[in-house]
């Protein structure tokens, strides 16, 4: 055993300027985005603007409000000061959107107050969709649709989402089943196609409105609120300054900008995150089905669905695809990224919380390109057996590895911040284990990169997230592919997808 232990030095990022930060909240209120000077950089953004009356209005608020500067309200290292939309990132926020499709609230409201989830669910997303539907005849360009969503959809619209006094009926296990087979029923007038969907609203309507070419930001109504706290009924929310930056380098990057990205980024280098997903976690069935995201130097994400099989092993709860499947899951990711990239790659490592077996391996290298040196990696967090602590009453520092073997290790990714000067997490830092699989590398340099891509989730703005955005997000894009597997289009950018 290695009892070597380093920490790591927060990675820097790289803004307006060729500036750099560790920060992003301080590179994009010194600098701006990393985009800022090239002909791509969106300087206006046109969105999209859909909701109920009431969620239109709290929009329009919100959207004046971004104009200017939001002071902190409290703790300014862990929420900064917001310095205004156009300040921060170099690209006007329009108070008013290009396009706005009113809702009627009590329509909305009677859809997702249906006894029959899958009903419930898809009812809702209609009601959407025909909004954006209707955006997308408009000879307006669009960059981005925001969608407003009531907090009753959020309640009610999930997977473990009951309601007991709305409309219709339940539908058992075994008539459920028989929908999702195509079966009608001559009492009950229904579309089949609604049991082939996602019951999560999220899931689904991110699926459904691929294609439409257009991504999409969903908020709820009650993040929109300006003023505090005024009872205990409210949901409780982060600083006005903080829902500002995350809501800001979310529509920034789905709009097509980069706020940022690492600095210490390879050319040639990529990540790969290989996801599994089962349809139905609850049944004892083998049929699962594979995706990769594919992240590079610049920071862009390319997504790609394999195909269904006898992946999932109820027995050692692992997934393992055939090595023929693990070949054409690559070929499609590798082959995505030579249509959208091009660029020639030297090389790849492969990121897995499930491991990956000899056989996988095998079918990932028959399609790697002669020359592209390739490398599987289990990445998964270690929440049973190992814990660090130091002395005081503060947690481990992040960024601290524990080289255990020169092939694993333990990597803290949650721990204290020195840059915000606190732990802004609620339990014991757990570490990631880290495990070279298959192929030749530094454990060092891979630990090192793992940690840097805890630095790219456009969907906030942190200092650091958990876990590397190749298995951070596998759950939600799993999710999002796997349990709509009928929807007419996927579109292989992940900015649709967050």
Request: charged letters at 25%; one cysteine or more.
């Amino acid at each position: 055993m290695n009892n070597d232990v380093v920490v790591f030095g927060e990675p820097p990022l790289e803004f307006r300027y060729e500036q750099e930060s560790v920060d992003p909240h301080d590179g994009l209120s010194l600098f701006g985005p990393y985009d800022g000077d090239s002909s791509s950089h969106p300087r206006n953004i046109s969105y999209g603007l859909v909701g109920t009356p009431e969620g239109i209005e709290s929009f329009g608020k919100w959207s004046h409000r971004i104009q200017s500067v939001i002071y902190p309200e409290t703790n300014p290292r862990l929420w900064p000061l917001f310095p205004g939309f156009e300040a921060s990132f170099a690209s006007v926020w329009p108070e008013q959107p290009a396009l706005e499709a009113s809702m009627d609230a009590s329509n909305l409201a009677a859809a997702a107050r249906d006894k029959d989830q899958h009903k419930r669910a898809f009812n809702v997303v209609d009601q959407y969709l025909d909004a954006i539907r209707t955006m997308q005849k408009h000879d307006e360009p669009l960059d981005v649709i925001v969608c407003i969503v009531p907090d009753l959809i959020y309640q009610n619209c999930r997977p473990q989402s009951r309601v007991s006094d709305g409309l219709g009926y339940a539908v058992g296990t075994k008539t459920r089943h028989e929908r999702e087979r195509g079966q009608l029923d001559i009492l009950d007038p229904y579309d089949p196609q609604m049991y082939a969907y996602s019951v999560d609203f999220r899931r689904q309507i991110k699926a459904r409105s691929m294609v439409y070419n257009i991504p999409i930001q969903i908020v709820r109504e009650s993040t929109l609120r300006l003023g505090p706290q005024t009872n205990t009924n409210e949901r409780g929310l982060t600083p006005l300054s903080d829902r500002a930056w995350n809501l800001g380098v979310a529509l920034y990057y789905k709009a097509g900008g980069k706020p940022w990205r690492l600095k210490s980024a390879r050319e040639g280098v990529c990540y790969i995150g290989i996801a599994y997903r089962r349809k139905d976690p609850t049944s004892k069935s083998r049929s699962a089905c594979c995706a990769a995201q594919m992240f590079l130097d610049s920071g862009d994400g390319i997504v790609f669905m394999g195909e269904y099989g006898p992946w999932y092993s109820p027995e050692g709860k692992q997934f393992h695809v055939s090595r023929e499947a693990a070949q054409r899951l690559l070929n499609g990711v590798l082959g995505t990224y030579k249509e959208l990239e091009g660029k020639p790659l030297k090389e790849v490592f492969l990121h897995c919380r499930s491991g990956i077996d000899r056989g996988e391996f095998s079918g990932f290298q028959d399609a790697c390109p002669s020359g592209v040196k390739l490398t599987g990696i289990r990445v998964r967090k270690e929440r049973s057996s190992l814990r660090l602590f130091r002395e005081g009453r503060l947690p481990v520092i992040r960024g601290t590895f524990w080289e255990m073997h020169p092939r694993s290790g333990y990597l803290w990714a949650s721990g204290f911040k020195q840059r915000l000067g606190t732990y802004d997490g609620w339990e014991t830092p757990v570490p990631l284990h880290i495990e070279i699989q298959h192929g030749d590398a530094d454990i060092a340099l891979v630990a090192k990169d793992i940690f840097c891509l805890t630095k790219l989730n456009y969907n906030a703005c942190r200092l650091g997230e958990s876990e590397p955005v190749t298995v951070g997000f596998s759950d939600a894009v799993g999710e999002i592919l796997v349990s709509n597997p009928t929807t007419s289009f996927r579109s292989p950018k992940f900015k649709f997808y967050i």
